[in-house]
């Protein structure tokens, strides 16, 4: 893990409560990263963007998966967490709606965070 602090990773999550497992495997390897020292974005899109609201990231659940609650926690508390313009805008979803901490933002600026130099970008 040393390798990758100085590094910054860039995780997009577009499935939610409908592909549950993709998504707990997006939000495990962005916490985990977080957690070890590495700068993490975690892009909310698609059914993703729900999480950006109070209390939902608590009421997913996977078996034998880490609770999604706070593993968004750990992201929130150690890097950053944005949620899609347009992903939002589809579900009426306006930044006085999410969590604290949560950012609404768009294509531009997605794209200047993963064409950093440094930068990994994985999508689930």
């Known amino acids: 893990m040393l390798a990758l602090v100085g ?26 990263a977080a957690a070890a020292g590495v700068d993490v974005s975690l892009w909310l899109t698609g059914e993703a963007t729900w999480f950006a609201l109070p209390g939902r990231a608590q009421e997913f659940e996977l078996p034998h998966a880490a609770p999604l609650g706070e593993l968004l926690y750990v992201i929130l508390t150690t890097g950053r967490v944005t949620a899609c313009t347009q992903c939002a805008a589809r579900r009426d979803i306006g930044p006085g709606d999410v969590l604290s901490g949560i950012r ?20 689930y």
């Open 7 to 32: 590094r910054t990773l860039v995780v997009k999550v577009t499935a939610g409560a409908d592909a549950p497992e993709r998504c707990a495997q997006a939000f495990t390897i962005a916490a985990t």
């Open 104 to 123: 609404i933002a768009g294509s531009a600026v997605f794209l200047e965070e993963v064409m950093a130099e440094e930068a990994q970008a994985l999508v």
